[in-house]
């Protein structure tokens, strides 16, 4: 069975004692997690060392960092490397979530180096793909997310891109409010499969979790996650709501 994920993405979000106490109140919740179900904070790099403390020892909760360089070291002030995160233990870090790549102007290729970089370092990639609204309207999303994997992903070896996580943002609904519906979920998350199948083999494509990161709330979480090619979710405003957050988190399959 595939690995189903809630992912939290704080942004840049709460102070160090909100994002403490968001912690405490959600895992106070005591939410057991089957095997295959993984609950997981992508928080700001100051917080990392502390979310890691909290969630340790917990079985299913994981930290993700939100980013990292393209470059292994050197002289870039402010930046923070896959080995970095590596040497505190951070298993996971988002890779190309779309204010990253609209904000900051990170190219497929940047996405590339990154990938590289953390899967050199143990540490899962998820990597973060979608439209915006006018390729939407224009009918023309599948070929522009299928273009991000291909220039992203696909120069990984099949035990490579076994190893990350993909998670579909639909730009169009992030923080407006908007939502695609469970159908056009469904739709766009089997047709990625359907796109790594045809590079690495069906076989593969079945292995890697998609997940949804498109204004999931508490209230249409069990709808999406109940899709056959949705493994879980992305979540932004509604996981700095301990209670949203942890019924997102008991609605994973």
Not at 134 to 150: C, D, H, P
Not at 156 to 183: D, F, M, Q
């Amino acid at each position: 069975m595939r690995k189903k994920i809630a992912a939290a993405n704080w942004k840049m979000n709460c102070t160090y004692q909100q994002g403490e106490q968001l912690l405490t109140e959600i895992l106070s919740s005591n939410i057991a997690l089957n095997d295959h179900q993984e609950a997981v904070f992508a928080v700001p790099f100051p917080y990392l060392t502390m979310a890691a403390e909290k969630t340790g020892g917990r079985k299913g909760y994981a930290i993700a960092a939100q980013n990292c360089y393209n470059k292994k070291s050197g002289a870039y002030t402010g930046e923070v490397s896959a080995e970095m995160l590596k040497s505190i233990n951070i298993p996971y870090c988002l890779v190309g979530h779309s204010e990253r790549r609209e904000y900051f102007q990170e190219s497929n290729q940047m996405l590339a180096e990154k990938i590289d970089l953390l899967l050199a370092n143990g540490i899962i990639p998820i990597f973060c793909c979608g439209e915006p609204l006018e390729i939407r309207e224009a009918g023309t999303q599948n070929s522009f997310v299928a273009k991000q994997l291909e220039e992203s992903l696909f120069h990984l070896s099949p035990e490579a891109v076994a190893g990350i996580v993909i998670a579909y943002e639909p730009i169009w609904a992030i923080g407006t409010g908007k939502t695609a519906s469970a159908a056009q979920a469904q739709e766009i998350h089997a047709y990625l499969r359907s796109v790594l199948a045809g590079k690495y083999g069906q076989a593969i494509a079945d292995t890697i979790p998609v997940l949804y990161g498109g204004s999931v709330k508490g209230s249409n979480a069990q709808e999406l996650f109940s899709c056959p090619d949705v493994d879980g979710g992305l979540v932004g405003g509604a996981s700095l709501n301990a209670e949203e957050f942890s019924t997102i988190i008991k609605s994973l399959p």
